[in-house]
Structure formats: structure tokens, C-alpha cells
């Protein structure tokens, strides 16, 4: 059983029939593409994970570091296994990486068997009549609330064999890092989940949108390592008649990770590239000025209180609240008018919960070059979402203590007076308002 972004041995299709084939040898490839382009907290987080999956698997993980092309290949055939299970991977890397390692094992006389995906329903199966993929999330959302996705799968008894009879190297050393990582096993986990359908579950329609609230599940490090299944989470809130809205708006937060992933399987290049073509006429600024307004937007010095507070989190937990990583990136591109992608690499340096589908979709949502009809003209005002969602400044002073003695009416505006030590407005949101739809204007007149 080769985990990758499955860490957990509960709901889990592909460990299942592996264990149905015989004895399992559990493997973990530190895959140095990973390493080096992942942040701090994310390799963190997946040491943490390992150590909870090593425990699970009764101390047999058997970790092994190099090229995934060249090294399972070569352990299967040291351990005499007939097959490699593997759940299978939707983003562009890891079809590649699977399709090379399975031809070098059918060389071999051996197979990758494929079992399951990382989501309650496999990215690629929610389609249109006409068979193609959907580029707007509210039918998507209806289609795939249609096909349904199956109960939590029971694993049976594993047999495990592993470093008692093959040799493992060093799991990888968990940088050093001055932030405190959420739980990382299976067990915390779900009292983390169960917790939050016990006490928060009821007002999240509400308080999600609410940074300065503790009102959000916190399950996406855990879902991005796989350490929880999402079916595992949707048959918890489970459609029932009667059911407060809170459930299903939780269910649709599940089905936009679900549309990223679909969105990106369909079209890798989206990782990179604007998903709506035309907008690569857009014009960005990438000169040394640009590069230094990213700079101070990347340290929390842009004079926005609500935007200064996103990012400062980002540091200080490696997670940010999602309606202040709209705000940010709105800010980012709309106000400075630097490339959603500089900012989308920054967040998946940064985040730990980092999950390449919903990056790289969320900011081209926030940008207006991805899905939906996601309007380049929506342009968020900091100061006026600030009031909105902090209107009492606690998450602000939570994360910019300096702003901490500041009253309720002053703390969102960036026209006032500061403290010492914290800037001013780095631009006048209006103006850079205005500039940005005049670019737009510019180049959807020419597309016209």
C-alpha cells in the first residue's frame, strides 16, 4: 500500500483491497518535488501525519526517499509484492507521476491498482448531458448532490508487514518552525470534527464568515493530508428533513473543494494559467515597483488593518480564515494589480493546509479569470468587509496587537490616525479601484 495523500487507515477503499489481496506493506515516498516546493508548515504538518499513520499501522511504516518512478518500482520488487495499491491522485502532477510508475511495474509483471479518490465523488464523474465538465459551481453543485457518493467503506483487520522485514530510512525532519501545528492524527482529528458538530455545527451558516468567531471546522489540514475522508465528514451532516441551513451550506463548502478538483483535472493548466484565456491580456504590473508593493503585502504592511491581520495570521498559524484570504487576494490583485499568481505561490508557501486545486481556483474565483460568473468587476473594499465581518475588531487585534487600544469605530479605517510603527495606506482603494476596471474595460472592449 503506497500512501500518499491518504493518511489514515479508516474509510479507506484502496487499503481495503489491498488487504483483501493478502499481507500489506505500508510505504511512504518523500518525494523531493514535494520538498521543495512545499512551505515550512506544510512539511511540517506531513511529518506530524506520518508519525500518526506509523502508530496506526502498528510502527510498520516503511519510509523511503528519492524519485517515486524509481523507488516504488524497485521496493515491490524487493518486498515480492504482485501490486501496488494506490487511491487514486486527480492533480496534473500525480497523473503523470502514476502513469510512469505504472508502466515501469507493468515492466516488471506487477500493477498499479488504483482504488478510490481523495473525495466523496470522483473528480471527472459530475458531468453535463453533453458529457463534458462543468465550469459553474451552483449546477455543478446540483449534479453532484444528484450521483451521491457512498458510505464510509469498513477496512478489515490488516495484516501489516514492514520494517521488521525491510529496511526504512528517516521519516523527513520537520523544519523548524515557530507556529503551532493543528492535530496531525487520526484521533485528534475527529474529536476536533466531533467537537465542532457539537457545538459550532448549528451556526456556521453564520459565524464562518466571521474571522474574529472560532466558527469554521478547521478540517482542511486534515483533508488535505487525507487523515479524514470528506465522506467521512458529509455522513455526519448528512440531509435529513427539517435540517437547519447551516448542514447543507457546510455540504457546499465540500462541494467547492469537489468542483476544484474537477475544474483542475480537466484543465491542468489552470494550475498556472488563467482558466479564462482572454485574460492573459489583462495587464499586470511586474516591475521592480510592483515587486516591492508584493513585498510589503507579503509582511503585513500595506496600512489595511483587515489585510495586515490576514496575512500576519498566515505567519503566526499558517492558516488563514477563508473570507479574509478573499479580501487578501482581492486586494492583491484589484488594488495592486500584481498577478494572482505571485499571490497564490505565497499562500501555498505559507499555508498548511495548501491544496493545489483550491489555491489556485480560489484566487483566480477572487481574480475573475477562473470559474463562475466571477465578475472581474467585483472588487472587495477592505475597509467596508472589515466593518462587515470584525465590525468589533477582534480579529484584527488578535493579530496586530499594535492596533490592539484602537476604538470599535476607528480600527477598520485606514484614513485614521495609527499608532506608531504601523503605516499608512500603502494606495487609496477608490482610485485603484477605478484603474482596475479600466484595465479590464481595456481588453474586454478589444475581445469584443
Not at 521543495?36 to 500518526?52: D, K, M, Q, S, V
Request: aromatic residues 10%; proline residues 9%.
Amino acid at each position: 500500500m503506497w500512501f500518499r495523500r491518504d493518511l489514515r487507515t479508516t474509510d479507506h477503499p484502496a487499503l481495503a483491497a489491498a488487504v483483501a489481496d493478502g499481507e500489506v506493506v505500508p510505504l511512504f515516498v518523500v518525494d523531493p518535488i514535494f520538498t521543495r516546493r512545499a512551505g515550512a508548515p506544510r512539511r511540517a504538518y506531513l511529518a506530524a501525519a506520518l508519525a500518526g499513520l506509523d502508530a496506526a499501522a502498528g510502527g510498520s511504516l516503511v519510509i523511503r526517499h528519492g524519485d517515486p518512478v524509481e523507488v516504488v518500482p524497485r521496493f515491490a520488487a524487493e518486498v515480492g509484492a504482485g501490486s501496488v495499491y494506490v487511491t487514486r491522485d486527480a492533480a496534473p502532477y500525480g497523473r503523470r507521476r502514476d502513469a510512469a510508475v505504472s508502466e515501469r511495474l507493468v515492466a516488471d509483471g506487477r500493477q498499479l491498482a488504483g482504488v478510490g479518490t481523495n473525495y466523496a465523488v470522483d473528480p471527472g464523474t459530475v458531468t453535463k448531458a453533453d458529457g463534458g465538465g462543468y465550469a459553474v459551481f451552483s449546477p455543478f453543485r446540483r449534479a453532484w448532490r444528484a450521483a451521491g457518493w457512498p458510505a464510509p467503506v469498513e477496512v478489515p483487520p490488516v495484516t501489516w508487514a514492514g520494517r521488521g522485514d525491510v529496511a526504512s530510512e528517516p521519516p523527513p525532519a520537520p523544519p523548524p518552525l515557530d507556529i503551532e501545528l493543528p492535530p496531525a492524527d487520526a484521533a485528534s482529528v475527529h474529536d476536533r470534527w466531533d467537537r465542532f458538530v457539537e457545538e459550532r455545527l448549528d451556526g456556521y451558516d453564520t459565524h464562518r464568515n466571521l474571522p474574529g468567531d472560532d466558527g469554521t471546522s478547521r478540517m482542511s489540514p486534515a483533508l488535505r493530508w487525507g487523515i479524514v475522508h470528506p465522506r467521512q465528514l458529509l455522513a455526519d451532516v448528512a440531509e435529513e428533513p427539517g435540517e437547519r441551513r447551516a448542514r447543507s451550506v457546510f455540504r457546499s463548502e465540500i462541494a467547492w473543494r469537489e468542483f476544484y478538483a474537477d475544474v483542475l483535472l480537466r484543465h491542468p493548466g489552470s494550475a498556472r494559467e488563467h482558466l479564462q484565456r482572454k485574460m492573459d491580456a489583462l495587464p499586470v504590473d511586474t516591475d521592480a515597483a510592483a515587486r516591492r508593493r508584493f513585498e510589503a503585502w507579503c509582511a503585513g504592511r500595506t496600512g489595511f488593518p483587515i489585510v495586515d491581520a490576514g496575512i500576519r495570521q498566515l505567519h503566526t498559524v499558517g492558516w488563514m480564515h477563508n473570507r479574509v484570504r478573499m479580501i487578501t487576494a482581492s486586494f492583491l490583485v484589484k488594488d495592486l494589480h500584481l498577478p494572482w499568481q505571485w499571490g497564490a505561490r505565497f499562500f501555498m508557501q505559507h499555508l498548511v493546509d495548501g491544496d493545489l486545486a483550491s489555491n489556485q481556483h480560489g484566487w483566480q474565483w477572487v481574480a475573475g479569470t477562473g470559474t463562475d460568473p466571477a465578475p472581474f468587476f467585483r472588487v472587495f473594499n477592505p475597509t467596508a468587509q472589515s466593518e462587515r465581518f470584525d465590525p468589533e475588531g477582534r480579529y484584527i487585534r488578535r493579530h496586530l496587537p499594535e492596533l490592539a487600544d484602537l476604538p470599535d469605530g476607528s480600527i477598520h479605517d485606514p484614513g485614521r490616525s495609527r499608532p506608531d510603527g504601523y503605516p499608512p495606506p500603502m494606495v487609496d482603494h477608490a482610485a485603484e479601484r477605478r484603474e482596475a476596471l479600466a484595465r479590464y474595460n481595456s481588453i474586454r472592449g478589444a475581445s469584443r
